[in-house]
């Protein structure tokens, strides 16, 4: 079983920066993809960037691409979402998960086997 525990969240105006955590308890495998996903209430769950962990791939949905960058720490079992140029469109509840699949598709949210609370960013216009 695996625990994913975000932090980071919180309220800033448009064109600021957030830096949201994902740490996961236990020992973590080479293949496992951890991706960023958000949801506004009334709209469906969106993907926002995934990363394996070991090697450099990284994937960004279109609407986010050039503004968040998502990287990992090995060592504290940690990945990071920074958020840069932050819009209104942003706000939402952002929750990390956890594909342990060796080939996932890293974009469909019913794929990943575990998932954290949930941690709300809202962006003032």
């Known amino acids: 079983q695996v625990q994913l525990v975000e932090s980071g969240g919180g309220l800033v105006q448009a064109g600021g920066s957030l830096r949201l955590s994902c740490a996961a308890s236990?020992?973590?495998?080479?293949?496992?993809?951890m991706g960023w996903f958000r949801q506004d209430p009334g709209k469906e769950r969106e993907f926002v960037a995934a990363?394996?962990?070991?090697?450099?791939?990284?994937y960004y949905a279109d609407s986010v691409k050039n503004r968040f960058t998502i990287s990992r720490d090995n060592a504290k079992n940690t990945v990071y979402l920074q958020m840069n140029a932050l819009k209104p469109d942003d706000t939402a509840i952002y929750y990390c998960?956890?594909?342990?699949?060796?080939?996932?598709?890293?974009?469909?949210?019913?794929?990943?086997?575990?998932w954290g609370q949930g941690t709300q960013v809202t962006v003032s216009s």
């Open positions: 990363i394996k962990w070991s090697g450099d791939n990284a």
């Open positions: 236990g020992r973590t495998r080479s293949w496992w993809t």
């Open positions: 998960a956890l594909d342990v699949d060796v080939n996932p598709n890293y974009a469909r949210g019913h794929d990943y086997d575990y």
